[in-house]
């Protein structure tokens, strides 16, 4: 999650075997999800990219010197938690998991091609 910066903030990724290899800074935050959690890392990413979650995000922020911050204020943030039962929250998340897995599947492929001038 990106807890620093102008625009991104509040703005959310998911690391897995196609991009676990990066570059982690002072900006970013890594959020893990444990095996007690409520839900998986996908439902995690999905929930805290709606919109009702990233307003709360916003109003969370707080301008330090020339850029908002998040600080500890992150862990202030309210994410909806699903009812395990809702068929369509299931199918959503088994779409969106979909979607983002291939997306990483397919950059993968398209990184190999030619790493020094495909441009993702």
């Given at each position: 999650?990106?807890?620093?910066?102008?625009?991104?903030?509040?703005?959310?990724?998911?690391?897995?075997?196609?991009?676990?290899r990066c570059i982690v800074q002072s900006h970013l935050?890594?959020?893990?999800?444990?095996?007690?959690?409520?839900?998986?890392?996908?439902?995690?990413?999905?929930?805290?990219?709606?919109?009702?979650?990233?307003?709360?995000?916003?109003?969370?922020?707080?301008?330090?010197?020339?850029?908002?911050?998040?600080?500890?204020?992150?862990?202030?943030?309210?994410?909806?938690?699903?009812?395990?039962?809702?068929?369509?929250?299931?199918?959503?998340?088994?779409?969106?998991?979909?979607?983002?897995?291939?997306?990483?599947?397919?950059?993968?492929?398209?990184?190999?091609?030619?790493?020094?001038?495909?441009?993702?």
């Amino acid at each position: 999650m990106v807890v620093d910066g102008r625009y991104r903030i509040g703005r959310c990724a998911i690391l897995h075997e196609f991009n676990y290899r990066c570059i982690v800074q002072s900006h970013l935050r890594i959020v893990t999800v444990s095996e007690e959690a409520p839900f998986s890392a996908f439902e995690l990413l999905y929930l805290l990219s709606l919109g009702s979650v990233q307003r709360d995000v916003r109003s969370l922020v707080f301008i330090q010197s020339t850029l908002g911050s998040l600080g500890s204020r992150i862990r202030e943030i309210k994410i909806p938690v699903p009812e395990r039962k809702n068929q369509e929250f299931s199918a959503i998340i088994g779409s969106f998991t979909d979607a983002l897995t291939q997306r990483a599947e397919l950059l993968s492929l398209l990184s190999r091609f030619e790493e020094s001038t495909v441009e993702l």
